[in-house]
């Protein structure tokens, strides 16, 4: 028999196990009901934008009218679909996963499987396989339906729209299946299915709380240290600019040191980045935080959130970190770049690891 | 048909299966005999490709089992002692399953599993396997192990959850398999049962081959070699007159003395036979009683202990 003909043989069980199953037909109707609630959410949000910015566009041409807002992205629907992904996309890859390998073991019919004349590889690619088979056809579903939602509300996305939706359904399934790898390497290593899935649990919130807890700015601040302190200096200036009643706010700068002044906003910018590189170093590691990174970027059209920085002093400014602006659809893929190739590799190494022990698994 | 060639399986350091040698040939039921834990479902599970030698090597039919495992598994129908198969199918889903792993088309298992079913006494049986009866699912190995008409059909511990009626089933499919040429390995410790099946068996103690050959054999070698004490069956015509002998550890004798039952240290039967004539008594028969299953496997055992 064809070493491809076995392949798809195991695929094609583990598939219709897969998509039999109750806890994945379970799972499946909670990610669809929350899919579709996201959605409606979604687009409500949306239709109020555009209404904002129709309105904006009728007085384009009026003497009142001082800025042009950007046109809503019809992508934005999905943010809210996203947020639902990532935990129950999660526990949806975590249930595919987890006793793949466990449950052959624990019910003796690894045995009996690898006593046939199939490769070792063969199999766990069949499973793998028939795994990604379920979850693809899950992820069909849900953005078949959302298309469907948007047709309904007389949303019709343009070419551009709809590769940023593939992408995003794309992006998805990878979240997906970095969860369902982790789950299949713990089932292969571990002998019973209860401790491939606490052990699977356990990774999945150090991967989607702790890390993201890690990256964030009182963990940081631990890490590098505060922001840099405002010189002394520069605070008796602008202390003395700010009682000088007799002066409007647009002499400032003429009153302080402006050499001290663009010497401190260096530190502060290089401590940012800094703090950004790290930051974004780990979230690298975690598929949640990918995936939230590239979900921002296709929805939102942003590499990464605004942050408002307090500098001290009772003196507050917003500080741009990197580019906040609205970044173009053709540059969306090169922000994400680092964040998609972590997503992609996260689940390749989960699931080399799967298979290497599988290869080496004494079958007693 | 089956070489094993110093066959070695250590697991962290000890030696489950030591320096293994065996051949079994075309046509045999070949029993692998021995105490818990003496390597015997470790060395099946080395003929079967499942878990690899530290050391040597199987062949089935000439094809080395850790290099070529799946042309030798094409060859070969598997039963292990805990059968598991996937419960959530019948037993049809299932046989379906394995018999497309061994290549073969639907029109072809549909046939086979019809017959192996109804062999086994599983046909009409169309609930899910999850429901079956350790029993029924050794029934059910029996007919997944036959479904590819394997030359070599490897059975491990085949009868511990059958009925007697399952029992006689499984023997009668076994002797039959074996008259149309195939070689059969059947490992338990039930020596009754391997006896019933097999024409050779191999004993195993501590991973190591003790003996091997027909029951027969083993038997009369161990006879020749035994120091342990002989018993004698003796009849007569007339009522038997006292026998003394520094051998003799005891004497039953039958209510009318024409009969007696010797427990001796050696075998006596000349010294018997001789004072027998002596007092004209007439002798109608004299024998040693054969070693019993048990005697010889605890033999070779402790043998090799």
């Known amino acids: ?364 | 048909m089956i070489q094993l060639e110093h066959l070695t399986k250590e697991y962290n350091g000890v030696r489950a299966v030591n320096d293994l040698t065996a051949d079994i040939p075309d046509g045999e039921i070949f029993g692998l005999l021995g105490p818990n834990g003496a390597g015997k479902s470790t060395t099946i599970l080395m003929l079967v490709g499942l878990i690899e030698p530290t050391a040597g090597n199987c062949r089935v039919n000439g094809l080395d089992v850790a290099r070529d495992p799946v042309n030798v598994k094409q060859q070969i129908g598997y039963m292990p002692e805990d059968v598991g198969f996937y419960a959530t199918m019948s037993a049809e889903e299932n046989l379906r399953y394995f018999g497309r792993l061994y290549g073969m088309d639907f029109p072809a298992i549909a046939k086979r599993s019809s017959e192996l079913l109804s062999l086994v006494g599983l046909d009409g049986v169309t609930k899910d396997v999850g429901g079956y009866s350790k029993g029924m699912r050794q029934r059910l190995g029996l007919a997944k192990a036959l479904l590819n008409d394997p030359a070599v059909i490897i059975l491990d511990e085949p009868t511990a959850n059958l009925d007697p009626q399952g029992v006689a089933d499984y023997r009668r499919i076994i002797r039959d398999v074996a008259r149309e040429g195939k070689t059969v390995v059947v490992s338990s410790h039930i020596l009754e049962e391997v006896s019933k099946v097999s024409t050779s068996v191999g004993i195993l103690s501590a991973g190591k081959l003790v003996a091997q050959g027909s029951w027969k054999d083993l038997a009369r070698e161990i006879s020749l070699t035994s120091t342990s004490h002989v018993t004698i069956i003796i009849e007569t015509k007339d009522p038997m007159p006292e026998f003394r002998h520094p051998d003799i550890i005891s004497i039953d004798y039958e209510r009318d003395r024409c009969g007696a039952v010797v427990l001796a240290r050696s075998d006596i039967r000349d010294e018997i036979a001789f004072h027998l004539a002596e007092n004209n008594i007439c002798l109608r028969g004299l024998s040693r009683e054969g070693l019993s299953l048990e005697e010889t496997f605890l033999s070779y055992y402790h043998i090799a202990g």
Do not use: C
């Not at chain 1, 849900?142 to 590769?163: K, N, Q, W």
């Not at chain 1, 606490?198 to 989607?208: D, R």
């Open chain 1, 1 to 364: 028999m064809m070493t491809g003909n076995r392949l798809i043989t195991i695929a094609r069980k583990e598939f219709f196990d897969h998509i039999r199953s109750r806890k994945f037909l379970l799972i499946f109707g909670i990610l669809l009901i929350v899919a579709v609630v996201g959605l409606i959410g979604g687009v409500t949000e949306y239709n109020k934008e555009i209404k904002s910015y129709n309105e904006h566009q009728s007085m384009v041409n009026s003497p009142l009218s001082s800025y042009m807002p950007e046109k809503p992205s019809i992508l934005s629907v999905f943010s809210s679909v996203a947020t639902y992904l990532i935990f129950v996309g999660g526990i949806l890859g975590i249930a595919m996963g987890f006793d793949l390998v466990s449950k052959e073991k624990e019910s003796k019919s690894l045995k009996i499987l690898l006593s046939h004349p199939v490769y070792r590889d063969e199999v766990i690619n069949g499973k793998a396989l028939g795994g990604i088979a379920a979850l693809a056809g899950a992820l069909a579903v849900v953005l078949v339906i959302a298309f469907a939602t948007l047709l309904i509300y007389g949303i019709v996305p343009d070419s551009s729209e709809l590769i940023l939706i593939a992408v995003f359904g794309g992006v998805s399934f990878l979240l997906i299946f970095s969860y369902f790898a982790i789950a299949l390497f713990m089932s292969t290593v571990m002998d019973e299915s209860g401790s491939a899935l606490i052990y699977t649990i356990i990774i999945f919130i150090v991967l989607s709380v702790l890390v993201p807890t890690l990256a964030n700015d009182t963990v940081m601040e631990y890490i590098i240290g505060s922001q840099p302190e405002l010189p002394q200096e520069l605070i008796d200036q602008m202390q003395r600019s700010a009682n000088s009643t007799e002066e409007n706010t647009f002499s400032f700068s003429s009153k302080v040191n402006t050499g001290a002044w663009d010497a401190y906003n260096e530190r502060v910018q290089a401590y940012w980045e800094k703090r950004q590189a790290m930051g974004d170093t780990f979230a690298l590691f975690s598929p949640t935080m990918n995936y939230e990174a590239i979900t921002m970027a296709i929805t939102s059209g942003r590499s990464r959130p605004m942050q408002v920085i307090s500098i001290g002093n009772g003196v507050a400014t917003s500080f741009a970190v990197a580019s906040v602006d609205d970044v173009a659809v053709g540059d969306i893929f090169g922000n994400i770049a680092p964040n998609l190739i972590a997503l992609i590799l996260f689940p390749a190494v989960f699931f080399g690891l799967a298979y290497v022990r599988f290869m080496r698994l004494d079958v007693r």
